[in-house]
């Protein structure tokens, strides 16, 4: 049985199709005056292509936002141990605001317009957007480093606690002054208290 030139030719494309697809998949984008800005990282040796800003944070020349952190990576002399790498990061929120961006206690930070999850992690530093946090009224909680609440919610690190409203919210205290569990609506939430 042959198979028809309509179906060979149907066949062709398929697999022509598939297969540049998977080259194009493994393709290596180097970098050039157009596609800079889709690195997520620079080395240090690099800080001549972008401009200090204020503190840790620098642009590129199309405006993209960088943070110099410090990062563990394998240590290619020694593959079973670790060393630490300083690096330009660009997987950052690009509309933060360097001029007026300043870490809080514990694991966050704000500018004029964000509160920012921020934290050291083994990549170097994290910095997420909580969209929903209100900057004027955002607060740590007293004597934890995770904890936070603003007018509207009660925060575990990036993530909104459900189900408790502040002002309806009663937190309990113990007699180090650090909050240990809150109550709502017939609600507990217990806080991990770190000694």
């Known amino acids: 049985m042959r198979a028809s030139p309509k179906f ?15 080259k194009a998949e493994n393709k290596i ?15 240090l040796d690099d800080s001549n292509k ?12 199309s405006g993209h ?3 110099r952190t410090i990062a563990q990576v394998i240590n290619n002399d020694h593959p079973d141990s670790l060393m630490w790498k300083e690096y330009f990061n660009g997987t950052i929120p690009q509309d933060l605001d360097p001029e007026t961006f300043e870490q809080l206690d514990g694991w966050y930070a704000k500018d004029k317009n964000f509160i920012y999850y ?12 909580i969209d929903t946090a209100d900057t004027e009224t955002f607060r740590l909680l007293a004597g934890h480093y995770k904890y936070a609440m603003d007018k509207n919610f009660f925060y575990d690190e990036p993530q909104i606690i459900e189900g408790f409203i502040p002002s309806k919210t009663k937190l309990k205290i113990d007699n180090k002054g650090r909050v240990t569990e809150m109550t709502c609506n017939n609600k507990t939430y217990k806080f991990e208290v770190v000694e």
């Open 50 to 61: 972008l401009t200090l800003i204020k503190d840790l944070f620098y642009k590129s020349n």
């Open 29 to 43: 984008v180097k970098p050039n005056k157009r596609n800079v800005d889709t690195l997520r990282q620079y080395d």
């Open 118 to 129: 921020y934290r050291p992690v083994s990549g170097g530093m994290l910095i997420s957007k």
């Open 8 to 22: 060979i030719l149907i066949a062709a494309i398929f697999f022509l199709s598939c297969n540049n697809k998977h």
């Open 65 to 67: 936002l960088y943070q």
